[in-house]
């Protein structure tokens, strides 16, 4: 059974940080774009950040970008997202994400575009 298990979540001030780490068991991801969606109260899911299969193509939202960075470990089928200087607006639901295939730079920001996601991991950040 395919299984992605996000950890790491919680409560923080603005301005803190956190990281976000996902395990993936049942298959290997090392061939597939591994990345990060979120949700907030009242919002669409939401794009946060992709790794291709070769790490070194990454891609972020705008809101993120510069605070937030991606990474991923293909030896031990783990992706992580390190979170600094933490917004309000970053408070949601966090979901680690991976396709079934992808080609070596190829990084989706659509959610249709990933087979497998995870339960999701609350983080949420006070003013």
């Known amino acids: 059974q395919v299984q992605l298990v996000e950890s790491g979540g919680g409560l923080v001030q603005a301005g803190g940080s956190l990281r976000l780490s996902c395990a993936a068991s049942g298959r290997t991801f090392s061939r597939s774009a591994m990345g990060w969606f979120r949700q907030g109260p009242g919002k669409e899911r939401e794009f946060v950040a992709v790794i291709s299969r070769n790490p070194g193509t990454t891609a972020y939202a705008d809101s993120v970008k510069g605070r937030f960075t991606i990474s991923r470990d293909n030896a031990k089928n783990t992706v992580s997202l390190e979170m600094n200087s933490l917004k309000p607006e970053d408070s949601a639901v966090y979901y680690c994400?991976?396709?079934?295939?992808?080609?070596?730079?190829?990084?989706?920001?659509?959610?249709?575009?990933?087979?497998?996601w995870g339960q999701g991991t609350q983080v949420t950040v006070s003013s």
């Open positions: 994400v991976a396709d079934s295939y992808s080609g070596s730079n190829y990084a989706p920001r659509t959610p249709d575009e990933y087979e497998y």
